[in-house]
């Protein structure tokens, strides 16, 4: 038990906790307080979850520190794109969306960058193929006009024009992309440069919108490396957003 990740984890959070504040220079104002639900804590809780074997310290960091963090996550990925034609509450959607999570959950390491970004992606890419099916499914049972007053009622995301469209794909695609990077990129000396290219990705609208120099800029600052090389990996990534569109128009055009 002295390796156990999950009780190093405890230690550091308790340490954090009896850090004694220095007095010295008295700040002005009213004390900041962390009001991130998905903090680096979180982070760093997941890590010790998939790193631990003990099954009674993995349930008990996961009901303290993941659960409600995800479940913050993914009512905020509901109501903000609002995912409004599943057949079930919101909350049950949560809950399904959290069991989906974890099964990804393993898959998750540091070098795959900020943890919140890869899940909030993997939440998202499930939301989006599950609002199809249940959008479709009701479009089958109602009349067209009837399906059109409900989409403008609540500002379907899916069938929207070609920009929400492609918003909705770029999610995909930076999820599939996370999942599958060791087949796309051939060489290990690329992986941080692909991992530093999706993160920055994933705060950015539309990967074809995107500066090309300033994208350059940002991988630079990120990790040492030439640009030629980034160049490189840039262009695996494009030629696999372009297939990846193609198989994503054959099927949900």
Do not use: W
């Amino acid at each position: 038990m002295k390796n156990s990740p999950v009780l190093k984890f405890y230690e550091y959070i308790e340490e954090q906790k009896n850090k004694v504040i220095d007095t010295s220079k008295p700040k002005r104002g009213r004390p900041r307080k962390n009001k991130l639900y998905f903090n680096q804590d979180t982070e760093n809780a997941i890590i010790a979850y998939n790193e631990e074997t003990n099954v009674e310290l993995r349930n008990k960091v996961y009901e303290e520190y993941i659960h409600k963090p995800l479940l913050k996550m993914t009512e905020s990925l509901v109501h903000r794109y609002k995912f409004y034609h599943f057949d079930t509450t919101t909350t049950d959607v949560q809950y399904e969306v959290i069991c989906f999570i974890l099964e990804k959950l393993p898959k998750y390491t540091q070098d795959k960058g900020k943890a919140f970004s890869y899940f909030s992606i993997v939440a998202k890419n499930y939301l989006i193929q599950n609002n199809y099916k249940h959008y479709n499914r009701k479009k089958s049972k109602a009349a067209v006009m009837e399906i059109d007053n409900d989409r403008n009622i609540v500002n379907e995301v899916v069938e929207g024009e070609r920009r929400s469209e492609l918003q909705d794909f770029y999610i995909l695609f930076l999820s599939h992309c996370y999942d599958n990077i060791d087949d796309i990129i051939k060489y290990k000396r690329d992986l941080p440069i692909a991992y530093a290219l999706l993160e920055i990705f994933s705060n950015a609208e539309n990967i074809e919108n995107y500066n090309k120099k300033a994208l350059y800029i940002m991988v630079r600052e990120m990790i040492d490396v030439k640009t030629q090389y980034i160049t490189r990996v840039v262009n695996i990534l494009k030629k696999e957003y372009v297939r990846l569109y193609e198989v994503y128009r054959e099927t949900y055009g």
